[in-house]
């Protein structure tokens, strides 16, 4: 048993020593990825469930490694997080995606806002309120245009100075998404205090609403809430007309997923764009 227990720790030791060459690769690949430019945005569209209208879009980000292909964001994102790579990621996002919504806004398609996902790391730079300006005056986008997402975690650490840049971006008329409510540690608290303007219900609660009666009555409560105390609520990932007719008939303002579209990168949304809702 004594020389199992030395071979599984062997094999275990082995693991974590994979583990880690493959953390130091990816770390290295992502920094590699950022100066070649590997990196590209996709835009999926945000639905105006009452009007049936397109109010703005998600950007999504996209990895195309020349070797390994497309990797999704929740592989490397973690890693980009970990390593501080996240900040360099997040400039060129956030640089990219205001650039492009206001092409689009030059073109003459109906103006929409974009959606942008802020990592905690990126959120509590002390240049973080001071770089959206930047980015703003230098594309020359509005900033009315802009949404920012954060999830809970961000607030996990320091509750007041994340109000305080919450209302600085208020201030700015900026608006602010709180992303994936529903999973991890979502405290109504939070809805309480934090400054916000969105709440985005997780689609886990949106897979299984037209079936099981406990995610309706969860939704259907987060939704009164959320209109008790003044926000907007948009669900994510719906797939079905079913979930779509549903979540409209219970008073759902907003919704995305792959029923409207799919994220696709910016010469393909525009497709979209130009045909409208
Ligand atoms: P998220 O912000 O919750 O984004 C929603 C995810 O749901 C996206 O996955 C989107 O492609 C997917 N989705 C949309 N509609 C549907 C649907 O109808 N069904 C299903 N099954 N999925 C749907 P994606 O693009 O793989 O992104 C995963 C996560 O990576 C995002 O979750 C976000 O947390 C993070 N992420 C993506 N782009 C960025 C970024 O630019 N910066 C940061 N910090 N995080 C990002
Ligand atoms: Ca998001
Ligand atoms: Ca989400
Ligand atoms: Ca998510």
New binding site residues.
Partial sequence: AKEEGKKGYKIYKEEMYIKKIEFINMKKSLRYGVKNEEFFLTYQSVVDLKKDQAIGS?A?IRWNHPKKGLISPDRFIPIAEKTGIIKEIGKWVLETACKQNKIWIDKGYKPTKI?I?MSALEFKQINFVSNIKRVLEETGLDSKYLVI?ITENIVLENLNQTIEILNELKKMKIKI?L??FGTGYSSLNYLRILPIDFL?LDKTFINNVTKKCKDRAITESLIKLAHDIGLKVVA?GIETEEQYHYLKNINCDLGQGYLFNRPLPSNEFEKILEKGL
């Fill in positions: 998600e999504l959606s996902n997402e998404a992303d994936d985005k994510e």
